[in-house]
């Protein structure tokens, strides 16, 4: 599945792993792909509600050790403009519904697939990285608002589905498991769905797409048994 050679992403599960404070896991890596010393934060998701000015100082305070300075798009009057200058763009977590109903509302949803096509690194954790792929249809988030369309920036050519969860054969739990809601949006969906695992992320560059982490991710498609993708180059 071909992917714009110009496209510079990392696609990445989750922002916080288990025993580690916020991008701490991933600093290193974050901030040798983004090869830039200033950073355009897009907060709109904004998890449990906190305002746009102290996710956007999270973040800072998370990447402040390596240089890093962090702008939110929302404190620029001409948000068109700041995402066409910006060096970089880092998308963080929350609810997917939201974000995307956002820049739909602002109009900023064709301007970031212009700019991402024009090779600006884009870093996208949880809501940001299901945002990459063709629809948001396989978020694991719950639909507090209703967007205009569920398309995606559609970076991918396929559906992310961070946090990627596989079944405690001990819990006895009889609910539908990730795999079954996967399975349920194959049955009127043909896309293909990658399901990250936490500390996973996939690198995206010069059209190849590599798994990075410790950990295997897990490929879906219609009609067919899951496949385990094991980190390194993943061709499909």
């Not at 989750?14 to 991933?26: H, N």
């Not at 809501?127 to 694991?140: C, F, V």
Request: hydrophobic letters at 40%; glycine letters at 8%; charged letters at 20%.
């Amino acid at each position: 599945m071909k992917i714009n050679p110009a496209y510079k992403l990392l696609v990445v599960s989750t922002s916080t792993i288990y025993g580690s404070e916020f991008l701490e896991y991933i600093k290193h890596d974050f901030v040798e792909f983004i090869q830039s010393d200033e950073l355009l934060f897009i907060p709109f998701a904004r998890p449990s509600g906190i305002s746009f000015d102290t996710y956007t100082a999270k973040v800072q305070e998370a990447l402040t050790d390596k240089g890093v300075t962090v702008m939110g798009l929302h404190c620029f009057a001409n948000m068109k403009k700041a995402i066409q200058d910006a060096k970089a763009i880092f998308i963080g977590g929350g609810n997917t519904f939201l974000l995307l109903k956002t820049l739909y509302e602002l109009d900023l949803v064709q301007q970031l697939r212009v700019q991402i096509a024009k090779g600006i690194p884009y870093v996208g954790t949880s809501a940001g990285s299901n945002l990459t792929g063709l629809t948001i249809g396989t978020t694991n988030d719950m639909p507090i608002v209703y967007p205009p369309s569920f398309d995606a920036l559609g970076f991918l050519p396929f559906n992310i589905n961070p946090h990627y969860l596989d079944p405690d054969p001990k819990s006895t739990h009889r609910g539908e498991t990730r795999e079954t809601r996967i399975k349920e949006f194959h049955q009127l969906n043909t896309q293909p769905v990658i399901g990250l695992r936490e500390g996973s992320w996939l690198h995206v560059n010069d059209g190849k797409k590599q798994l990075q982490g410790d950990l295997a991710a897990l490929l879906f498609r219609p009609g067919l048994e899951p496949v385990e993708l094991a980190p390194g180059l993943i061709n499909f």
